[in-house]
């Protein structure tokens, strides 16, 4: 468990009418996305991943709408298109595109990942491919379903493991080791001895994770509330220069 006065790996930013108010613009684009996507929906039709979906600017502007840097700790600097996370009623549904036991860890693990990992080869071993420098979440409708979940102090628990197994070999070749099993003994100590945070959040906050924490999606509960279109979630994720800057800095 986190102790006192430990950094849980996650803060809640706002509310602040500049995050509102890029909120409220991407919505509107959103919705658009929604509307004339050909991207299928995963999970049953429960999730709609939305990689690059949204149409901000480099600067993150959305439709004239600047970004809101003055209110988040973070230095402007370029930004890919946003993801569009949407989550569904019923989320998580068997799909199939996943094996019955990865179906299980959706469930019953909130498919928790470490972003910038990627599966490679035909044995889809996990190498770090896309080292993030942070993790932006910004909720574009007021809903609280299928929250964003953490497990507290576990970008620790990711960052000695993954040290370990990469250090033995060159910096500059640390994008080409394979870490699956580093990973996966990591994220079983995780699941031992850290706290799951459920975060949700409201139009006008933002949720900041450290790139190395382990994190997932809740899936949707009887009691959970949404618009129409679902839950919707704009993630930033922008790329460090190097996998030793990702596991090196703060």
């Given at each position: 468990?986190?102790?006192?006065g430990a950094d849980p790996g996650w803060r809640r930013l706002g509310p602040d009418p500049a995050i509102l108010a890029w909120a409220s613009a991407a919505r509107g684009a959103a919705l658009d996305v929604l509307a004339t996507t050909t991207?299928?929906?995963?999970?049953?039709?429960?999730?709609?991943?939305?990689?690059?979906?949204?149409?901000?600017?480099?600067?993150?502007?959305?439709?004239?709408?600047?970004?809101?840097?003055?209110?988040?700790?973070?230095?402007?600097?370029?930004?890919?298109?946003?993801?569009?996370?949407?989550?569904?009623?019923?989320?998580?549904?068997?799909?199939?595109?996943?094996?019955?036991?990865?179906?299980?860890?959706?469930?019953?693990?909130?498919?928790?990942?470490?972003?910038?990992?990627?599966?490679?080869?035909?044995?889809?071993?996990?190498?770090?491919?896309?080292?993030?420098?942070?993790?932006?979440?910004?909720?574009?409708?007021?809903?609280?379903?299928?929250?964003?979940?953490?497990?507290?102090?576990?970008?620790?628990?990711?960052?000695?493991?993954?040290?370990?197994?990469?250090?033995?070999?060159?910096?500059?070749?640390?994008?080409?080791?394979?870490?699956?099993?580093?990973?996966?003994?990591?994220?079983?100590?995780?699941?031992?001895?850290?706290?799951?945070?459920?975060?949700?959040?409201?139009?006008?906050?933002?949720?900041?994770?450290?790139?190395?924490?382990?994190?997932?999606?809740?899936?949707?509960?009887?009691?959970?509330?949404?618009?129409?279109?679902?839950?919707?979630?704009?993630?930033?994720?922008?790329?460090?220069?190097?996998?030793?800057?990702?596991?090196?800095?703060?």
């Amino acid at each position: 468990m986190v102790g006192p006065g430990a950094d849980p790996g996650w803060r809640r930013l706002g509310p602040d009418p500049a995050i509102l108010a890029w909120a409220s613009a991407a919505r509107g684009a959103a919705l658009d996305v929604l509307a004339t996507t050909t991207e299928p929906w995963r999970c049953g039709g429960t999730w709609f991943v939305g990689v690059d979906a949204l149409p901000n600017a480099p600067d993150g502007a959305i439709n004239a709408t600047p970004f809101p840097w003055q209110a988040l700790p973070l230095s402007p600097e370029p930004l890919h298109p946003a993801q569009l996370s949407v989550i569904r009623p019923g989320y998580p549904k068997p799909s199939p595109d996943e094996t019955a036991a990865a179906f299980a860890y959706r469930r019953d693990r909130d498919a928790a990942h470490l972003d910038g990992l990627l599966p490679v080869g035909p044995m889809k071993r996990r190498m770090v491919k896309e080292p993030h420098a942070w993790i932006l979440g910004l909720p574009l409708n007021d809903a609280t379903a299928s929250p964003l979940t953490v497990w507290e102090g576990s970008h620790e628990v990711i960052r000695a493991a993954l040290l370990a197994a990469l250090s033995p070999h060159p910096p500059e070749t640390w994008g080409e080791i394979d870490i699956t099993d580093a990973y996966q003994a990591a994220r079983r100590t995780v699941f031992a001895t850290c706290r799951r945070a459920l975060l949700p959040v409201r139009p006008g906050e933002a949720t900041l994770l450290h790139r190395l924490a382990l994190h997932g999606v809740a899936a949707w509960e009887a009691k959970d509330e949404a618009p129409a279109e679902g839950r919707m979630i704009a993630y930033l994720r922008p790329q460090l220069a190097s996998v030793r800057d990702w596991l090196t800095a703060p």
